[in-house]
């Protein structure tokens, strides 16, 4: 065999050789012949072939001793024991002579290249067959690190080789249908990117949990990659909106600090290649990468993604030596790729139960079950079907049983860790990087895991009564009525995007404050003012790392309101300015010290008269600032700012004063400004608000408790409350009417469209907009809307 037909240089591959020398070489060389000259970076190298692989089968008399442990296998013999004997095979084997000098002298070729002796080189794994859309392999193979010397790199070409025969790699071809003798495994051998003195993670073109499409997921942390693909940390995410990489300063739309409480590097001796070191204290706060930093490896995604053609998971590294970032390998995405766009799968928790543990959410699924809390691997055998899997961290060596899980929660890892991928392959709910898991969840405790509730997940103790629906998005009516959305969560806003709403029509600013802030931004703005020892020190802690609070404040709250109005672009996105009563202001941290205590908060200082107080301008000026970095910096100018609890006019210009103020002038950059109508004076001047403000949306909860007198919380009076009085019909009319006739947008935010089809049609023959309601309930009321319009047009 000619050294061509043994090793092949990345510069000389292509897409075309997956068959030669597998999907993850291939796809190194296609990036680099076709890539490189679009600014992308890849570590050069060379693998071996296919060729040589199969002649070192052949050369060592492997083909039938394996095909024998195989048949064996299917008889009935215990797996761990065939996997171990056929890797024993490699282990005793040796390269034929030829192949050995082949490997050697292009490692020597790769060292003159590089002008230094011994190299240190990544050694990685690449079958024939993995990495195509109908069996991703993620991960079943073996990757050593910081190898240097001819013969460590033959000793980890040949364990990459026996790695093809792992317990995980074995059962995974026998699930998948894949003949074992006609996977063939190449040995990419790559320049080391030095990483361990900087940071290293993976990325994908797509939101991973959601499929949505216009976003690149970034996970980082400190040292070599292994830590981010094994799950072993807890790494930082960053998110970027790609529509806008080219046009805004800033399309970051989120981050998020990682615990990464540990790091891998370069070992102190040959025979130790890498080692695991706790981070520091600094590190562990510290973001891995810088803004510009992200939005490079974020664009790099998108050309490989658009090269490609479809989203692709890729892993990244960056040199501590010299400050360059590089790719090191690229593949497609196999999971979001697979699903069908046509339905949507809802779930939806009917009661509430006693959280025990929290963590991030995979997929958006429910599952309850017992569990079985398993330490290391040692313990498989332990694991019964239909149990919840706790555990650590998992890598290939679990996937034998987590197919069988009804759901797997985790101490560590992120979003692109082993466990995320492989239960999103699986399609099995998922939770990682909970902390605590395995030392708060008992065997056979019986539990429920729910996704369903946005970005952080949950496990309640008991079996918890829950909703599975499969929406099929292809029976949607159209309508001339758009039916935009309420949300409050922003980790929630992607699972909704392939409803065709028009929009959202409320997005509650206060919930973003309230659980992903929890401070009162008075007391970041003056945090001398603060007397409670316990919120100075909770504050102290959820602000470290920022450089200052207010930065905190207004950083949190623009990667909320960014989330959301990335969601749905260019639809519009309406943000309503904070809505607290006093006393849910007191109840923040550090609030008591700024709110007064109110008999009636409900008709008290909120919404407008807040804004231009001096007692909470400052705040509402970090709101603002918000607002700003969100159309100005990440450049989401679909984003609608709109006023509640608006009193009188005089107060409208307060508020518009102080809005410009703080740099949000109605129609600079597109600004709309929109008001709430909740208030009975909203009504009757309708259109003198109309005169300020670029639309309305009804708030009928609101609207019908002012106007009827009624508190919509009393039990005793609950059966007068209702949206449909006359009195509030009148209104809202009335209100829909001056709209119309002023060219201004009006809408309802309200959930009653949706259980009563009759106030449904009330909105569409009045002319509304728009109407808002819960994302569950947009089926609903788009039929309601619907069969109202048909109404319309054929009385």
């Not at 809802?346 to 079950?369: F, K, P, Q, W």
């Amino acid at each position: 065999m000619t050294q061509q037909r043994a090793v092949r240089w990345f510069d000389d591959l292509s897409a075309r050789d997956v068959g030669m020398v597998g999907g993850k070489n291939a796809s190194l060389g296609e990036m680099i012949g076709t890539l490189s000259a679009q600014g992308i970076r890849v570590p050069g190298g060379f693998a071996t072939t296919a060729d040589a692989y199969w002649e070192f089968l052949d050369a060592n008399d492997m083909r039938g001793r394996v095909r024998k442990q195989l048949a064996a296998l299917r008889q009935g013999a215990e797996l761990s024991e065939v996997a171990r004997t056929i890797r024993a095979m490699f282990a005793d084997a040796e390269f034929p002579p030829h192949i050995a000098r082949a490997i050697a002298d292009a490692y020597a070729d790769l060292a003159t290249g590089l002008g230094r002796a011994d190299p240190d080189v990544a050694v990685r794994s690449s079958a024939t067959a993995e990495d195509l859309p109908e069996a991703s392999f993620a991960g079943q193979q073996e990757t050593f690190l910081n190898i240097t010397g001819r013969e460590r790199l033959l000793e980890a070409c040949k364990r990459c080789y026996a790695s093809l025969f792992t317990d995980r790699a074995i059962s995974y071809r026998e699930n998948n249908g894949f003949d074992h003798l006609k996977v063939a495994l190449s040995v990419g051998v790559q320049q080391m990117v030095r990483s361990d003195r900087a940071g290293a993670g993976v990325m994908f073109s797509i939101d991973t949990d959601s499929g949505f499409p216009k976003v690149v997921l970034i996970n980082a942390s400190w040292g070599l990659g292994e830590s981010v693909v094994a799950g072993k940390v807890d790494p930082d995410e960053y998110m970027v909106f790609k529509p806008l990489l080219d046009q805004a300063a800033n399309p970051v739309i989120s981050k998020t600090a990682g615990g990464k409480q540990s790091k891998i590097v370069y070992g102190t001796a040959a025979e130790e290649p890498t080692r695991t070191l706790e981070t520091s204290d600094d590190e562990r706060v510290g973001l891995v990468l810088r803004d510009e930093e992200i939005v490079q490896l974020a664009r790099w995604a998108t050309i490989i993604e658009d090269h490609y053609g479809c989203p692709m998971d890729i892993e990244w590294a960056k040199d501590g030596e010299t400050g360059e970032m590089y790719i090191v390998q690229a593949r497609p995405e196999t999971v979001q790729a697979r699903k069908q766009a046509s339905t949507l799968r809802s779930y939806r928790l009917r009661e509430r139960g006693e959280r025990l543990v929290d963590g991030l959410a995979i997929g958006d699924a429910i599952a309850t079950g017992k569990v079985c809390n398993l330490r290391s691997t040692a313990e498989i055998d332990r694991f019964t079907d239909g149990a919840v899997l706790v555990t650590g961290a998992t890598d290939p060596d679990w996937e034998p049983i987590m197919k069988r899980a009804a759901a797997i929660v985790t101490d560590h890892g992120g979003r692109t860790s082993h466990a995320a991928i492989v239960s999103r392959e699986l399609g099995v709910a998922a939770i990682v990087g909970t902390g605590d898991a395995t030392s708060v969840l008992t065997d056979g405790q019986e539990i429920t895991v729910s996704c369903a509730e946005g970005e952080q997940a949950h496990v309640y103790r008991g079996v918890l009564d829950y909703d599975e629906r499969e929406l099929d998005l292809s029976e949607i009516p159209a309508t001339a009525t758009g039916v935009m959305l309420n949300l409050a969560n922003p980790a929630a806003a992607f699972r909704w995007w392939r409803l065709p709403a028009a929009g959202v029509g409320l997005a509650r600013m206060e919930f973003v404050i309230n659980n992903h802030i929890k401070i009162h931004p008075m007391a970041l703005i003056r945090p001398d003012e603060v007397e409670d020892a316990d919120a100075r020190r909770r504050i102290a802690e959820l602000t470290r790392g920022h450089e200052d609070g207010t930065e905190f404040f207004v950083q949190r709250l623009a990667y909320g309101i960014g989330r959301i109005a990335a969601a749905w672009w260019p639809r519009p996105v309406i943000v309503r300015m904070s809505d607290f009563k006093t006393n849910e202001y007191a109840r923040l941290i550090g609030g008591a010290a700024f709110e007064p205590a109110e008999e009636n908060p409900m008709i008290g200082w909120r919404g407008a008269s807040r804004y231009y107080s001096e007692d909470y301008r400052a705040g509402f000026g970090l709101e603002c600032r918000a607002i700003r970095r969100v159309r100005d910096e990440m450049g989401l100018t679909n984003t609608i700012v709109m006023i509640p609890f608006c009193r009188t006019l005089a107060e409208a210009d307060h508020v518009l004063a102080t809005l410009d103020d703080h740099g949000l002038r109605r129609g600079d950059n597109g600004l709309e400004i929109y008001v709430m109508v909740e208030i009975p004076s909203n009504v009757l001047l309708a259109a003198e608000f109309a005169q300020r403000f670029d639309g309305f949306s009804i708030g009928s909860n609101d609207l019908t408790q002012l106007t009827l007198g009624v508190d919509r919380d009393s039990e005793r009076l609950a059966p007068l409350f209702d949206e449909r009085d006359p009195a509030v019909t009148r209104s809202i009319e009335t209100v829909i009417g001056v709209a119309r006739d002023t060219g201004r947008k009006v809408g309802l935010c309200g959930q009653r469209p949706s259980d009563d089809p009759e106030f449904a049609r009330l909105l569409v023959r009045a002319g509304i907009d728009t109407i808002s309601v819960a994302p569950d309930s947009f089926l609903v009321v788009k039929d309601n809307v619907a069969a109202a319009e048909r109404e319309a047009d054929h009385p």
